[in-house]
């Protein structure tokens, strides 16, 4: 079963940086895919990045394009989102997850990082 722990959030001012990473306790994740998503208060969880775990091709979200980078560490099993020039819009709390093929997200969410990006 996938434990997915997140971390890495905090509050920083618009035009600041922060780096998030997610780890499944240590353990691989044995998926094709994994994603960084983000759900605003009022808002649906959304997408943001996503990167193929064998060969590392990435995916965005138009609104994180040239911003945010995804990454992937195959020797310590973690995925990392570093973020760059952030926006208050950018305000969420992050959630990484496992993709199919099929680009379903896992059924198992962690508790997510707060993110806090002041104006």
């Known amino acids: 079963q996938v434990q997915l722990v997140e971390s890495g959030g905090g509050l920083v001012q618009a035009g600041g940086s922060l780096r998030l990473s997610c780890s499944n306790s240590?353990?691989?994740?044995?998926?094709?895919?994994m994603g960084w998503f983000r759900q605003a208060p009022g808002k649906e969880r959304e997408l943001v990045a996503r990167?193929?775990?064998?060969?590392?091709?990435?995916a965005y979200t138009d609104s994180v394009k040239g911003r945010f980078t995804i990454s992937r560490d195959k020797a310590k099993n973690t995925v990392n989102l570093q973020m760059n020039t952030l926006e208050p819009e950018d305000t969420a709390v992050y959630y990484c997850?496992?993709?199919?093929?099929?680009?379903?997200?896992?059924?198992?969410w962690g508790q997510g990082t707060q993110v806090t990006v002041s104006s």
């Open positions: 997850n496992t993709i199919s093929a099929n680009g379903a997200p896992g059924n198992y």
């Open positions: 240590g353990r691989p994740f044995n998926s094709y895919s």
């Open positions: 990167i193929t775990w064998g060969i590392g091709i990435t």
